[in-house]
């Protein structure tokens, strides 16, 4: 694909329901800014929003890829950096204006002007890639690249797992096991709650309680009713699929006084139904999660630390030239996290 030295090859979103290989120049850094080059770079559901047209804030023609790690390669001499050439870093893509009232009143992901690596400018799913140096966090040498990349997807469940402000000993019910439910169970579990999870495939299900953390585990439509009585239900509940009938299991099954949090990225289009009154009578928390605010350090530390086996979340690895055998199997579904090694 690439064909001359100063050229490198990407994965990019050139045109409704298709992500396309494709050679681009190796970007030239500007004041401000690290080249990293990319070790591993994870394949999202947002990448297939992207993909679909579904974001509306995505740029067309974008190199997709915004959970990726790497190597720094060059810091551009006009920038303070606290990493140096040869460090592996995580990139936290999210990169708010410090401008708008949302970044003046702590609330930086919620930002007017918010640009985001691999969707409104070019990200990771490429061998190179120019970022601002407050983008990148040094990883210690001990993680691995594929390891390191989970970093993103991880600092947002951070964040969620922050909003369902759990106390030790809550019952917490997980719905959707994917690799940000996984991660949900594993931060939920050492948070101190008793946790659940509700997912149709018995691979996931089984790694949920045997690598990540949950106490029981159920396919879809098995686990006991809740018949509405205000003691029955969990504490709080992480809907980590993005549907519309998830989102409602998700209010049905929380108790009296309890939390609920979207953390699925639903469809612009979806609605949901449910009953204001219940709602009202069992003074129900319903919160969401944008993002991952103030989450990438902590998500880094987590990862370094190793206490649980995170690279079970890495399910298959392709070679950036394989980018079309990769989005196949992401498609499938019945894996894991699909990571590139350019
Ligand atoms: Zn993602
Ligand atoms: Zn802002």
Redesign the pocket.
Known sequence: MCTSTKEMTVASWQKVGAIDLMSKDIPALKSGEVLVKVAASGI?G?DLHISRGETPHASKKVVIG??FSGYVQEIHPDTKALVKVGDLVAIDPNMPCNQCTFCRNQKYHLCTHLFCIGVTVDGGMSQYVSVPARAVIAVPSHVSPEVASLA??LSCVVHAVDQGKIKTGDSVLVIGAGPIGLMAIALASTSGGRVTVIEPSEMRRQKALGIFGAIEAFAPGTLPAVDGALGEGFDVVFECVGRPNTAEDAVNFTKAGGTVVWVGVAKVEDRVSISPFDVYRKELTITSTYTNPYGIERAVKVLAENKVNWSALVSHTFKLSEFDDAWKVFLAGTGLKVVIKP
């Open positions: 999202c947002t915004h959970e993103e997807p």
